[in-house]
């Protein structure tokens, strides 16, 4: 199974970015992404067998991470990923701090990507860019997800979520 380690938006801030993709003027042949499938990957772990899943799981339980906010405040066109993506131009140190020890604790030690959701996929040229107004983003949790990619679309089922706290001591 393939896995990673996700912030899920809930409520009011999938509503936000549906509708700043909703005015995306894309091409024809691209797509947008369903607001079901919105995620901000904080650490990719790849495919796994089974038995791997209860490591993960135990990494999630024993992680002990606060709360923070970020914005999420502008629109992109990733040419190589051919994506639009809605980005966080700055990244709060929360952020930060937990990518980057989710990927020490699964054994990898890749630079922490720039925030972001993606919003649109098979976009092979930029659109006008348009100006997005900030999206707060107040993560209270992190999540491994599954995603299976057999179909048109990938599905992603959120396997166990952990909350993020008000305050860490001794960490």
Not at 16 to 39: K, M
Request: glycine share 4%; charged share 20%; with cysteine.
């Amino acid at each position: 199974m393939r896995l990673f380690f996700a912030l899920w938006p809930e409520g009011e801030i999938a509503r936000q970015l549906a509708r700043a993709a909703s005015r995306l003027n894309l091409e024809s042949h691209s797509r947008l992404v369903a607001p079901r499938n919105y995620h901000l990957t904080l650490a990719f772990v790849g495919e796994v067998a089974d038995p791997k899943l209860a490591v993960l799981q135990q990494i999630g339980r024993s992680l002990l991470a606060t709360r923070f906010t970020f914005a999420c405040d502008a629109l992109e066109f990733w040419r190589r990923s051919q994506v639009i993506v809605a980005a966080a131009q700055e990244s709060a140190p929360g952020l930060i701090d937990l990518s980057a020890r989710l990927n020490s604790a699964i054994g990898l030690s890749r630079e922490t990507p720039r925030a972001h959701v993606t919003l649109a996929r098979k976009v092979t040229q930029a659109s006008v860019r348009q100006a997005m107004s900030p999206i707060a983003w107040r993560a209270t949790s992190f999540s491994l997800i599954r995603s299976d990619t057999g179909g048109a679309e990938s599905a992603y089922t959120v396997l166990d979520t952990w909350p993020l706290l008000d305050e860490v001591e001794n960490r």
